[in-house]
């Protein structure tokens, strides 16, 4: 019932720009919590940035000042914007739709990459 879908994904050079797109169904989608998570090989899946129902948001150390998360409940859907795109960005991508921690749904990934 409940499906959520990550896009916008690609490769793009240092200092370059992305904006990834979370799209929900099935589920209430102001009621939710959006959180942007990333996780490259060979290290911890992190926190990257989260945005509530209500508009509040929070961004990890390492993307603040780069990265701006939103949401647009009309269409159900929450983007990450990215810029000045960094080769330590490179990760798979996921978004999570919460309202707690026993409602929560996981995307299937968008693959960034910042390559040269």
């Known amino acids: 019932q409940v499906q959520v879908v990550e896009s916008g994904g690609g490769l793009v050079q240092p200092g370059g ?3 990834l797109a979370c ?3 099935g589920i209430i989608f102001s009621s939710y919590s959006i959180v942007w998570y990333r996780h490259a090989p060979g290290t911890e899946r992190e926190l990257v940035a989260v945005i509530g129902s209500g508009g509040t948001t929070h961004y990890a150390e390492s993307v603040k000042g780069r990265f701006t998360i939103s949401r647009d409940n009309g269409k ?5 914007q990215m810029n000045s795109l960094k ?3 490179t990760a798979v991508y996921y978004c999570t739709v919460a309202r707690d ?3 929560s749904y996981w995307g299937q990934g968008t693959q960034v990459t910042v390559s040269s």
């Open 17 to 19: 720009s992305l904006r």
């Open 23 to 25: 799209a929900a169904s």
């Open 76 to 80: 159900n859907t929450a983007y990450l």
């Open 87 to 89: 080769p330590e960005d």
């Open 101 to 103: 921690s026993r409602n």
